[in-house]
């Protein structure tokens, strides 16, 4: 396979596996009605929005974005390792973001949902309460690792950008 393909071709397979796992499973399973009634409105809509928007939407506007680029970048100016950092960076802090901050709210805020209602779900004391506080506050780790991933990408694009275009041939 050519070094090119390789980042672009794992940009996609991801976009695939996603599709399968958060638009197949995880969204047939959040439909019945009785569980919409108590999540919709909590922290649901984050998950959806982080994983869906950028997780989907995004890692195909990289990959599509990578497929144009190997075309006008010189072939000097393509670095395999920096697209590879790119998408382990931007994945693991996706990842990492909705495991250890927005899922845990989610069901924290779930749990209230069913417990005592949904107006007790969103009131300040959960909605913005200690818990909540530190799951916002875990989530800076994952994005730092999303923020180095998008850095990655973005020295690639310069580093192309320079050799191919800017750098004058001796």
């Known amino acids: 396979m050519k ?8 940009f ?9 796992i958060f638009g197949g499973y995880m969204i047939k399973r959040d439909k019945p009605p009785i569980i919409l009634y108590f999540i919709q409105g909590i922290n649901t809509t984050p998950i959806h929005t982080h994983t869906a928007l950028f997780g989907m939407y995004g890692l195909l506007a990289i990959a599509l974005m990578l497929f144009s ?4 970048f010189k072939k000097a ?32 805020q779930f749990y209230h949902a069913v417990d005592k209602g949904m107006w007790y779900a969103r009131s300040p004391e959960i909605a913005s309460g200690e818990f909540i506080r530190t799951a916002s506050w875990l989530r800076m780790g994952p994005d730092i690792i999303f923020t180095c991933g998008a850095f990655c990408l973005l020295a690639f694009l310069s580093k192309g950008i320079r050799i191919s275009f800017i750098k004058k041939e001796k």
């Open 3 to 10: 070094p090119r393909l390789k980042a672009l071709l794992l």
């Open 12 to 20: 996609l397979l991801v976009i695939c596996f996603g599709v399968l």
């Open 69 to 72: 680029v190997r075309h006008v």
């Open 77 to 108: 100016a393509w670095s395999d390792p920096l697209p590879k950092w790119s998408f382990w960076g931007l994945n693991g802090g996706i990842l990492l973001m909705t495991l250890v901050s927005l899922i845990p709210s989610r069901f924290y």
